[in-house]
Nanobody, 120 residues
Framework: QVQLVESGGGLVQPGGSLRLSCAAS????????MGWYRQAPGTERELVAR??????NYAESVKGRFTISRDNAKNTVYLQMNSLKPEDTAVYYC???????????????WGEGTLVTVSS
């Protein structure tokens, strides 16, 4: 019904930057929220940043370093990650909460994930 395509992960040195992108497509009537979660080996998936109609919230660990933004015309969410640290290493997953066309309810969809590795 709804597909999410992520891009932008990779290997970066500590202190470096990366920009993740996630484009949503499919049977979308409206998008309530888009966000990024991450999961490091042996840990639970955690919220990194989320944006809803211009309001944003961030995990404490990334405040001041990461910025989430959204292009409503393209149904795309971005995560600009600066001053990356080794502890930011994880698989980053895009998430969106949408009203699926032809229904009256919201649903969550997930991308397949993109690996971010911060290492020297």
């Amino acid at each position: 019904q709804v597909q999410l395509v992520e891009s932008g992960g990779g290997l970066v040195q500590p202190g470096g930057s990366l920009r993740l992108s996630c484009a949503a497509s499919g049977s979308i009537f409206s998008i309530n929220a888009m966000g990024w979660y991450r999961q490091a080996p042996g840990t639970e998936r955690e919220l990194v940043a989320r944006i809803t109609y211009g309001n944003t919230n961030y995990a404490e660990s990334v405040k001041g370093r990461f910025t989430i933004s959204r292009d409503n015309a393209k149904n795309t969410v971005y995560l600009q990650m600066n001053s990356l640290k080794p502890e930011d290493t994880a698989v980053y997953y895009c998430n969106t909460n949408v009203i699926v066309r032809g229904t009256a309810r919201s649903q969550d969809f997930w991308g397949e994930g993109t690996l971010v590795t911060v290492s020297s």
